[in-house]
Structure formats: C-alpha cells, structure tokens
Nanobody, 122 residues
Framework: QVQLVESGGGLVQAGGSLRLSCAAS????????MGWFRQAPGKEREFVVG????????YYADSVKGRFTISRDNAKNTVYLQMNSLKPEDTAVYYC???????????????WGQGTQVTVSS
C-alpha cells in the first residue's frame, strides 16, 4: 500500500503561482512513477503530468506545457507540482497518484491522494 497526501492548494489570481506537494508513505517511493491529475466540476478527471520513479523523465499534457513543472525528491518521499502563469481554466481539484509506469490514463494508477483544491480567479 502507498498512502498519498496532497497539500499546497488554494486561491490565486490569474497569472499567479502555486506549488503543490504530495507526500508518500508505505512502499519504496522510488519504485513508483507519480502523476498529477485534476478534475473540474462536471468534468472527467484528466492527466496533467507524470514523472518516472527516478525522476529522469516526465510527460506533460499540452495544456500545461511551459507553465507547470513536476519534480520529486525520493529522499523525502515527495513529489511536487510547480504551477506558474495560472489561468482560470486550471481551477480544479488536483490529485497525485502512484503507478508502476508513467501513464496518462486514470485507471493505470493504483494509489490516489484525497486531492487539494486549486482555484484561479480572473
């Protein structure tokens, strides 16, 4: 089992920045690729970005390329999502998830956090 806890969400104006964190406990953190997903009201959960277990590779959704950056610190069992140039359409609940590989599909991730709300005002 892997337990995931997100933090760092909040309310920010358009153009602002937030940094989300996801702390993991349980099994060996570096064995898992990590992903960030988001879900806006009335919409399906969507892939945002993923990072390999070593941190050596990452994959971004087109909608966030150049604005969001994922990183991980395996010594601290934590993955981060730095979000810059935020837009109102980035408003959603953000979830971190763990998987054996970097996938863009929700069902490929075995473990999920409870989510953290990000609201971007215009």
């Amino acid at each position: 089992q892997v337990q995931l806890v997100e933090s760092g969400g909040g309310l920010v104006q358009a153009g602002g920045s937030l940094r989300l964190s996801c702390a993991a406990s349980g099994r060996t953190f570096s064995n898992y690729a990590m992903g960030w997903f988001r879900q806006a009201p009335g919409k399906e959960r969507e892939f945002v970005v993923g990072i390999s277990g070593s941190g050596g590779s990452s994959y971004y959704a087109d909608s966030v390329k150049g604005r969001f950056t994922i990183s991980r610190d395996n010594a601290k069992n934590t993955v981060y999502l730095q979000m810059n140039s935020l837009k109102p359409e980035d408003t959603a609940v953000y979830y971190c998830a763990a998987s054996r590989g970097v996938f863009t599909i929700v069902t490929m991730y075995q473990y999920w956090g409870q989510g953290t709300q990000v609201t971007v005002s215009s």
